[in-house]
């Protein structure tokens, strides 16, 4: 018969005795413990508590609360988990330093996929995140900038081997968003290339308006000295100021429709011009065919009237 031991310990500091009581088997196989203390990874303090053995354990796990109101958890002699005085649980070490510390591990949540049995990992990890071989996970980081009563951004960190993590990505407290770069200064700021199927840039005042009657083109003569004093065209932004500032995509498209636009209005002046000129060119041709037929016809007269000559 197996028997287990059930002891009851007062908070007090009073000791309850053991009682023992048969569940068939022959000898005691598993007991709860609250009279003896035990002392754990060689310190010299006797902690009290609950602990449970069996015989084909060399080692028994133990729960006990201590003199600090906090409750650890073992297991083969090694605590595994705490929660202290304060309601912060650590699990992997035995200082927490937040509500759910976690140390030495990393964590694995799965989730059922719509009209599916199987489980999906919602969030997942690997490897820890610090160590000497090449490693997966999330740092999630507050990015320094905010002082007491101010608020600050978020930051996401990633790591190769076993190198210091770098900021891939940066949620700044005001909404501006930073890959590659620590200091966006736009809703989204990207140190490096972008590669997209398609871009939409909204953009007002399109160069309709140049098509409209009365809007002055301007004559070649001084867009040719505008650009011989400045080196580039009228209202298009500089080299120098694009190296500095930028350029605004959608502003830059609008800008070239106007030159486009407004190129388009002198090639159809031009066209109109050529047209007049080649006109002009074939009555030119034409009246010099008359003129060449009236002198033939006049040569031909004056030669019949010196042949009749005695």
Known sequence: MKRLVLIAMLSVGVLAKAQTFDAGGNGPAVAMDAVDRFNYLGKPVAHYGLGWYSEAMSIPPYMYMSGFAGIKLFTWGEARMIIDGSGKVGIGTLNPESKLHLQDGSVFIKTLRAGSNSEYPLISGTQAVNGTSGHAGIYLYEDGSGGFGQASGLAFKVSVNDASP???????????????????NEKLSVNGKIRAKEIKVEATNWPDYVFEEGYKVGKLEELESYIKANKHLPDMPAAREIATNGLELGEMV?????????????????????????????????????????????????????????
């Open 166 to 184: 770098a900021t891939a990505l940066l949620i700044k407290a005001n909404g501006n968003i930073g890959i590659g770069t620590d200091t966006p």
């Open 254 to 310: 609008r800008l070239q429709q106007q030159k486009i636009e407004e190129l388009t209005l002198h090639l159809i002046d031009k066209d109109k011009a050529l047209k007049k000129v080649e006109l002009e060119n074939t009555q030119l041709k034409a009246k010099q065919v008359e003129q060449d037929t009236a002198i033939k016809k006049m040569i031909e007269r004056i030669d019949k009237i010196e042949l009749k000559k005695p």
